[in-house]
């Protein structure tokens, strides 16, 4: 059962605009939450992190939200690059086992030039 | 930096085949873990262990084996390679050691085929 979902598998953005990556958790004990970003043939990049304790975190251009009583969070990327374009999974943990990451299933972000 | 380093970039092995996916960290960390990536599936975990000979299974464990000998190295063995096994593996490490809230260093990945 999937306890991290990213419902969009694909996003268009105009370079410029802002991006806005979604997810979704069901595990009430994660409290822990990442953003990685991929491109093919390559692995996954860690981009950013937020703790439960906190609703924003921003790094540059990167912002992630979160809203803990909805379960939900998400990546705000303004203004979007053409290098942005990659695929992005939101990833959670708890503190159980080796901290393990649950993947969502990425969202392919493309921004048109 | 930390790096991880998985031993090869592309494999193609044939069904049945026993398959060795190596991976090296060099940062000292107690987690190690591997993962496979499929389209429309994401990142599943396939085996994680959080110390020397220690090992533990992930969510897609059939199939597969592991063995940490060293701190520093994490093997997935393959048994009996099948097709449905082709795929993108990722191995990753992350610190351990009672620290939590930390992230996960991923290696390059290896592209696996088998035929």
């Known amino acids: 059962d999937q306890q991290v979902k990213q419902n969009s598998p694909s996003l268009s953005v105009q370079e410029g605009r802002i991006s806005i990556l979604n997810c979704d958790y069901t595990?009430?004990?994660?409290?822990?939450f990442l953003w990685y970003k991929k491109y093919p043939a390559e692995g996954p990049t860690f981009l950013i992190s937020?703790?439960?304790?906190?609703d924003k975190n921003e790094d540059g251009r990167f912002t992630v939200f979160l809203n803990k009583s909805a379960k939900h969070l998400s990546l705000h990327i303004v203004p979007s690059q053409p290098g942005d374009s990659a695929v992005y999974f939101c990833?959670?943990?708890?503190?159980?086992?080796?901290?393990?990451?649950?993947f969502g299933t990425g969202t392919r972000l493309t921004v048109i030039p | 930096d930390v790096k991880v380093t998985q031993s090869s970039r592309y494999l193609v092995k044939r069904t049945g085949e026993k398959v060795f996916l190596e991976c090296v960290q060099d940062?000292?960390?107690?987690?190690m873990f591997w993962y496979r990536q499929d389209p429309g599936l994401g990142l599943r975990l396939i085996y994680f262990s959080y110390d020397v000979k220690m090992k533990e299974k992930g969510d897609i464990p059939e199939g597969y084996s592991v063995s940490r000998e060293k701190k520093e190295r994490f093997s997935l063995i393959l048994e009996s390679a099948s097709t449905n096994q082709t795929s993108m593996y990722l191995c990753?490490?992350?610190?351990?050691?009672?620290?939590?809230?930390?992230?996960?260093?991923f290696g390059q990945g290896t592209r696996l085929t088998v035929v």
């Open positions: 990833a959670a943990s708890g503190r159980t086992g080796a901290n393990n990451l649950f």
């Open positions: 940062m000292d960390h107690e987690n």
């Open positions: 990753a490490s992350s610190p351990g050691g009672g620290l939590v809230n930390t992230e996960a260093f």
């Open positions: 937020i703790s439960s304790i906190k």
């Open positions: 595990n009430s004990m994660f409290d822990y």
